[in-house]
């Protein structure tokens, strides 16, 4: 994988349903899991996302994205959060999608 991105989990009782939540939120991207015992490393190439919505489905109705943070022990790559959502995006896209954006810029 060129540029992986992702979370670094806590392993515990939510982990498998996660990794679900994940790869139903990016079903056209390859998403690996390193499984090192303690933390589990999900990760796919360049962004993948998780949604509130997805989790809930896995987790309950009534889970709230921000309590994601609390077994995200590390992350690889940019991450945005949202109210709904988690995204984690590889710094080389990053890069490329801001100087696309400032050639827009400069030529409007």
Do not use: C
Not at 18 to 39: F, H, L, Q, S
Not at 50 to 64: F, H, I, M, P, S
Not at 87 to 103: D, G, I, N, P
């Amino acid at each position: 994988m060129k540029n992986p991105v992702g979370p670094v989990l806590r392993m515990g009782d939510e982990v498998e349903q996660i990794i679900a939540a994940i790869e139903d939120d990016n079903p056209d991207t390859d998403i690996e899991v390193i499984d090192r015992g303690a933390y589990v490393r999900i990760q796919g190439e360049d962004e993948i996302t998780v949604t509130q919505q997805t989790l809930r489905r896995y987790l309950g109705a009534d889970y709230e994205i921000r309590s994601f943070g609390a077994i995200m022990s590390a992350f690889n790559g940019l991450v945005t959060t949202t109210s709904d959502a988690i995204t984690w995006h590889s710094v080389a896209l990053h890069r490329a999608q801001e100087k696309r954006a400032q050639e827009k810029a400069a030529t409007a």
